[in-house]
């Protein structure tokens, strides 16, 4: 069991070492088809390839001929696993099970990613009671989802512009602490133009 463990460890090493050395390569591998699956046996166009075993013993470098027949000895498939070595990396397996298993992890990890919405809502400066009640509401239920709300806060043009920025400012922070129990304040407030904004993110709630 150490002996597998270590042949394991060994392997892992190797192939990054590979992945390393080569990560400035660019371009499609000739090794992958053309549906970005990996090729086996006589599909791999190389004349050595460096080869791992099942189990992740490493056998070395070998004549792609070589490393087939030594696949089929053990009833597997020779898959690329690291085409844009300088030396194809390959490994003895299932080819089938191979490629399920790349398509489960690639699906698992697309289900994963996490995607940011920002929702957006507008206010003026003569905002009213009920409005600002309504966009409270929507605010949380935003927040509730897990969105992040930018809240704008638009001046009309003019001098009154000028009159106005300074109160209805105000306004924006009366929003931060109404929400101040399911919000925190991840860009402050900032005035561009007419154009004055705060951007709130969901608090996490420590259990």
């Not at 970005?36 to 004349?47: F, G, H, S, W, Y």
């Not at 990396?89 to 690639?106: E, G, I, N």
């Not at 697309?110 to 009671?129: A, F, S, W």
């Not at 922070?173 to 860009?187: P, S, T, W």
């Amino acid at each position: 069991m150490i002996d597998l463990v270590g042949a394991l460890l060994r392997s892992l090493l190797f192939l990054l070492w590979y992945q390393r050395l080569n990560k400035e390569e660019k371009g499609i591998s000739k090794n992958l088809n053309n549906k970005n699956r990996p090729l086996a046996n006589d599909e791999i166009k190389a004349e050595f390839v460096l080869v791992i075993g099942e189990d992740g013993q490493n056998f070395g470098q070998m004549r792609l001929e070589e490393a087939i027949q030594a696949a089929n000895e053990h009833e597997l498939d020779l898959v690329c696993v690291a085409p844009n070595a300088k030396v194809p990396v390959c490994r003895f397996a299932d080819y089938q099970k191979f490629c399920y298993d790349l398509q489960r992890r690639a699906k698992e990890s697309k289900k994963n990613q996490k995607i940011v919405v920002v929702k957006e809502l507008r206010v003026t400066p003569v905002i009213g009671d009920n409005d600002f009640a309504v966009k409270v509401k929507n605010c949380r239920e935003f927040l509730a989802e897990d969105h992040k709300v930018k809240i704008t806060l638009y001046y009309p043009k003019g001098k009154r512009r000028l009159l106005q920025m300074e109160s209805s400012s105000k306004i924006l922070d009366r929003f931060v602490e109404v929400l101040e129990d399911v919000a925190v304040v991840e860009a402050t407030t900032k005035t561009d133009g007419r154009v004055t904004s705060v951007t709130l993110g969901p608090k996490k709630i420590k259990k």
